[in-house]
């Protein structure tokens, strides 16, 4: 059947595919999550309910039918433990050293859960041998109700909305596209970075009010002036561009440019 068919992959709801236009819309995705079930029940209790049992099941049943894990209490405390560390790099020494287990270990769980479609994983920009540029991934959930802090929940629902953007363009037109962050040695950070063919198309910065220019963002654009950057918060309510040529929109308006 190669080449009889084309591959398409399913994302959980976005902004735009529910017809979103206010707040409310936004709130409701950030609250009851991107999944047919819990969103469609408008409960969130009926959304906490499910989300907890989601988890539970892939961990003791969809875990154990992938691969041969004995410490499942150990894996259940991980994935406890992960939507505590969303928007930060993730450290696999820190979380060997808080499971008692060995760096393969931890590795190798991370990587069951990121098959299980529990969590993905993005890289930073730039190439491995630029010493300035941080090694370490940064992780996001499917489901992202599990984050606790409100202003990683918001970054971690434009990551799944930007990871399902980049893989429609991928699978609806064939166009090589890949989700990345940036974040140096100086501090400088952005949040997610757009590439095309290797090559940066788009800079985003997620912030969940108005505030100064990020520094960060700032400097890639001066870096890479043809390149669109863009912060977006919860507050700003006109579509406005700096001088350096940084877009500031409401976060709503740009995820209803997506998918």
């Known amino acids: 059947l190669q080449g009889r068919y084309h591959f398409h ?16 819309d936004l709130t409701d995705l950030l609250t009851l999550g991107g999944f047919p079930e819990p969103f469609l029940s408008g409960s969130e209790r009926q ?34 433990r992960l939507p505590q560390l969303v928007s930060a790099p993730l450290s696999i020494n820190s979380l060997r050293e808080e499971l008692q287990v060995a760096h393969q270990t931890v590795a190798r769980w991370l990587n069951i859960l990121e098959n299980l479609y529990m969590i993905f994983r993005i890289y930073p920009f730039g190439a491995p041998s630029i010493k300035a540029v941080k090694k370490e991934a940064k992780h996001y959930h499917l489901d992202w ?36 962050y940036y974040r140096d040695t100086t501090g400088r950070e952005v949040d997610f970075v757009i590439l095309e063919d290797d090559k940066p198309v788009k800079f985003i910065e997620c ?11 700032s400097y890639l654009k001066g870096k890479y002036p043809e390149v669109e950057a863009i912060q977006i918060d919860t507050r700003t309510t006109t ?16 995820l209803g440019e997506l998918v």
């Not at 579509?239 to 740009?254: I, Y």
């Open 145 to 180: 109700t599990v984050v606790p802090d409100s202003g990683a929940r918001l970054e971690n629902l434009v990551a799944c909305h930007l990871l399902k953007w980049c893989h429609y363009l991928e699978d609806s037109e064939g166009r090589a596209m890949e989700l990345r």
């Open 9 to 24: 992959r399913l994302h959980p709801f976005s902004y735009a595919e529910i017809g979103a236009s206010s707040p409310t």
């Open 207 to 217: 912030k969940s009010s108005p505030g100064r220019r990020h520094r960060g963002l």
């Open 47 to 80: 959304a906490r309910r499910w989300s907890k049992e989601y988890r539970s099941r892939l961990v003791t049943e969809d875990l154990q039918d992938l691969e041969q894990v004995k410490d499942i209490a150990l894996v259940q405390q991980l994935v406890l």
């Open 239 to 254: 579509d406005t561009l700096s001088r350096e040529g940084v877009r500031n929109m409401n976060v709503g308006s740009f």
